[in-house]
């Protein structure tokens, strides 16, 4: 294990923060991110609309999440490392218009490229939004980064949930044109986003004495490059079978067990809940256990559970999803703070790259089990990836992080 330095120095910029957490701050990215990936599952919850109205194949539903997922995570970094150089307070709602064009030309889409292309604006969006409201989030955080990453991508976890329940209650019924109903919730969150960069730009007003210093830990270069591939190989091992669940589970359920649509969509529910809670405990958990724990147990800790749910019945599959949704999540909010640590004056260029990789990881293991999935079957695409999580014991090469001796 390499030997780091504790700096007590001023924060660089994009990792200073206010005396004090900032909970409304918090509160109102989080909305706005509960808003934003709404839209997103609401997307990914009617691809049996999409399937049935231009009869797509398992390949050509991979290729939508993949579209979306693609664009977001090759901007993604660009933007974190464009705005670590120059802040830019009011791009959150920007990028949030892209969303809400890619809605609309959702709602209307005539054949299968006008799907593709509203997947590319939503994924525009959301390569805007996720690097700089995670740099918010620090911001805002009074040191206590965790808890605030938790309570900022909470929302999105808990935004991804609804989406199904949305198109099983709302487009299901309606149809496809009853998409645009909800760019009202895009318009929403523009406004909130207004106040969040009002509040950001005048952040970057304020004298550096008045924003408080904090601790800086450095680890050795060496170090921190070999930290980073392990935690690219647990994203890998994380959001490609995080996506078999998200973009096939319906799809499973309904071939394995022959259960309907709506059935199918609530069970799919229970998963994202299930990660929206795991979501707003990890942060904290590390905080209080050290980050490094939390990676490890809640990554390693799934395998048993994923090795047994291709072989279980109904009942059993949904208590199994939702112990894999809480545990799989709760890595990610320590995983984001980390690699920030790791690289404490790349704030925005952390974030970007992780949420890069994460739908950028997630978009190929789409696009690639959908191609299984129409040659050996949905049973076969569980099978495989049940084996993914066992990439998780991987997390006892990452190096102890100084803040967490002692723990």
């Given at each position: 294990m390499s030997t780091a330095s504790r700096l007590d120095a001023p924060s660089p910029p994009g990792s200073l923060h206010p005396a004090q957490t900032q909970f409304m701050v918090l509160g109102a990215i989080s909305i706005s991110h509960f808003l934003n990936d709404s839209i997103q599952s609401l997307m990914l919850a009617v691809y049996p609309l999409f399937r049935?109205?231009?009869?797509?194949?398992?390949?050509?539903?991979?290729?939508?999440t993949l579209a979306y997922q693609l664009t977001a995570s090759i901007i993604q970094p660009l933007v974190g490392i464009y705005t670590d150089r120059h802040p830019f307070p009011y791009s959150l709602p920007l990028g949030m218009v892209s969303t809400f064009l890619g809605l609309l030309l959702l709602s209307i889409a005539p054949d299968y490229p006008a799907v593709l292309a509203a997947a590319v604006l939503v994924g525009l969006g959301s390569s805007i939004f996720h690097p700089e409201s995670s740099r918010v989030a620090r911001l805002a955080s009074g040191g206590r980064y965790g808890l605030a990453q938790s309570i900022f991508q909470v929302g999105g976890n808990a935004g991804t949930a609804t989406g199904p329940l949305l198109a099983a209650l709302v487009v299901m019924p309606n149809g496809q044109h009853s998409l645009s109903?909800?760019?009202?919730?895009?318009?929403?969150?523009?406004?909130?986003l207004v106040f969040v960069g009002r509040w950001y730009q005048n952040q970057?007003?304020?004298p550096r004495s008045t924003m408080g210093t904090t601790?800086?830990?450095?680890?050795?270069?060496?170090?921190a490059r070999r930290s980073m591939v392990v935690l690219v190989l647990l994203m890998f091992s994380k959001f490609v079978y995080l996506t078999s669940i998200s973009s096939y589970l319906i799809f499973y359920l309904m071939q394995r067990f022959a259960i309907p649509v709506r059935e199918a969509q609530f069970h799919l529910f229970l998963f994202l809940a299930a990660v929206a809670a795991g979501t707003l405990f990890g942060g904290p958990i590390g905080d209080r256990i050290g980050r490094r724990q939390v990676i490890w147990v809640s990554m390693a800790g799934i395998a048993p559970f994923t090795l047994a749910l291709p072989y279980v019945s109904l009942t059993t599959s949904a208590i199994l999803t939702i112990l894999i949704g809480f545990l799989l999540a709760s890595a990610f909010p320590a995983m984001v703070v980390y690699a920030q640590e790791l690289f404490p004056d790349r704030i925005g260029t952390m974030s970007g790259?992780?949420?890069g990789l994460a739908f950028g990881m997630g978009g190929i293991g789409a696009a690639?089990?959908?191609?299984?999935?129409?040659?050996?079957?949905?049973?076969?695409?569980?099978?495989?990836?049940?084996?993914?999580?066992?990439?998780?014991?991987?997390?006892?090469?990452?190096?102890?992080?100084p803040e967490n001796a002692g723990r």
């Open positions: 049935d109205s231009f009869s797509l194949t398992f390949a050509q539903i991979g290729l939508i109903w909800f760019s009202l919730v895009t318009l929403t969150a523009i406004a909130i970057h007003r304020r601790a800086v830990h450095r680890v050795a270069p060496a170090t790259l992780l949420f690639v089990l959908g191609q299984f999935a129409d040659f050996w079957g949905i049973n076969a695409v569980y099978q495989i990836c049940s084996f993914l999580p066992l990439l998780g014991f991987l997390a006892f090469f990452l190096p102890v992080r």
